[in-house]
């Protein structure tokens, strides 16, 4: 089992810059494919990026592909997401995920373990 605790949310202008983290507890996060998911108000949650067990393979959303980067650091039980040139449809809370299953992995009921959420705001 995984527990995730994602942080580095908060406020920020359009064409601004944030870094995710989101930070695993437990020996066997190399074990896992993780991945980025997001939820604006109103909206069904919706995937943003994955990265494989070793970090070599990743995957995006289109909204998002050019602009935001996934990569893990598997000694320090880290995955990361650099978002950058945000823009106010980035707004959302981004959740952490965490899968047993191989290869890339895109689909939310895929996943088996979520963190609790952080908030991103993209002012105009």
């Known amino acids: 089992q995984v527990q995730l605790v994602e942080s580095g949310g908060g406020l920020v202008q359009a064409g601004g810059s944030l870094r995710l983290s989101c930070a695993a507890s437990g020996r066997t996060f190399s074990t896992y494919a993780m991945a980025w998911f997001r939820q604006a108000p109103g909206k069904e949650r919706e995937f943003v990026a994955t990265?494989?067990?070793?970090?070599?393979?990743?995957s995006y959303a289109d909204s998002v592909k050019g602009r935001f980067t996934i990569s893990r650091d598997n000694a320090r039980n880290t995955v990361y997401l650099q978002m950058n040139s945000l823009k106010p449809e980035d707004t959302a809370v981004y959740y952490c995920?965490?899968?047993?299953?191989?290869?890339?992995?895109?689909?939310?009921?895929?996943?088996?373990?979520w963190g609790q959420g952080t908030q991103v705001t993209v002012s105009s």
């Open positions: 990265i494989t067990r070793s970090g070599r393979v990743t």
């Open positions: 995920a965490a899968t047993t299953t191989i290869g890339v992995v895109t689909g939310g009921r895929e996943y088996n373990y």
